[in-house]
């Protein structure tokens, strides 16, 4: 699959990476593919994002991203879902950090390793990183497009479910806003 990418979207994955190398991060998840788009110059995904505001608003992303890595991963509707139930997640967060130190929920990161060091220097993509991946095929194959463009990544973002496609929305980026930013106000084939 990985030879379909453009430069775009092969920049969009090695970005992923750096970002996650520069977290100290044991895995690169689909959180890391949205910073290295939002780090995107010139590529059609980045003129979406650029003409919806997004990267205006990169810190808060950023800053959103990492707020939900605090609480291990758990998204904004997921944290009031369980508040419904009586369960306060920043106060466990709280407890957490206080007994094992700031970030403890976080994950990612391997015990006793140097931070930005994997197994063999390989950073393997969490499952969920893979489903974007690959969701990214399906929306270039929708599309009736020969070539995985870091448009076709930033589409998968916005239409899998869970963190990342909930903070683009809270950022204004949808599915739907991304179509009408490249392609207009008409629909094309594989709109959600």
């Not at 063999?120 to 993509?125: D, E, V």
């Amino acid at each position: 699959m990985f030879e379909r990418f453009t430069k775009d979207a092969r920049a969009v994955v090695k970005g992923a990476v750096e970002h996650a190398e520069g977290e100290g991060s044991a895995s690169v998840d689909d959180g890391h593919m949205l910073l290295a788009l939002l780090d995107r110059e010139a590529s059609r995904a980045s003129f979406a994002l650029a003409s919806l505001g997004a990267t205006r608003r990169r810190e808060s992303i950023k800053g959103a991203l990492s707020e939900a890595r605090r609480r291990a991963g758990l998204s904004q509707a997921d944290t009031e879902a369980l508040a419904g139930l009586g369960i306060d997640v920043s106060e466990i967060v709280s407890r957490v950090e206080e007994a094992h130190g700031v970030g403890a929920l976080a994950g990612g990161r391997r015990a006793g390793r140097r931070p930005g060091r994997a197994l063999g220097g390989h950073r393997p993509f969490t499952r969920e990183a893979k489903d974007t991946l690959v969701q990214s095929l399906r929306m270039a194959t929708a599309r009736r497009d020969r070539c995985i463009g870091d448009e076709h990544i930033l589409f998968a973002l916005t239409v899998r479910p869970g963190l990342v496609s909930e903070v683009l929305a809270d950022h204004g980026v949808t599915h739907e806003s991304v179509e009408r930013a490249l392609y207009g106000g008409g629909a094309g084939p594989g709109a959600a």
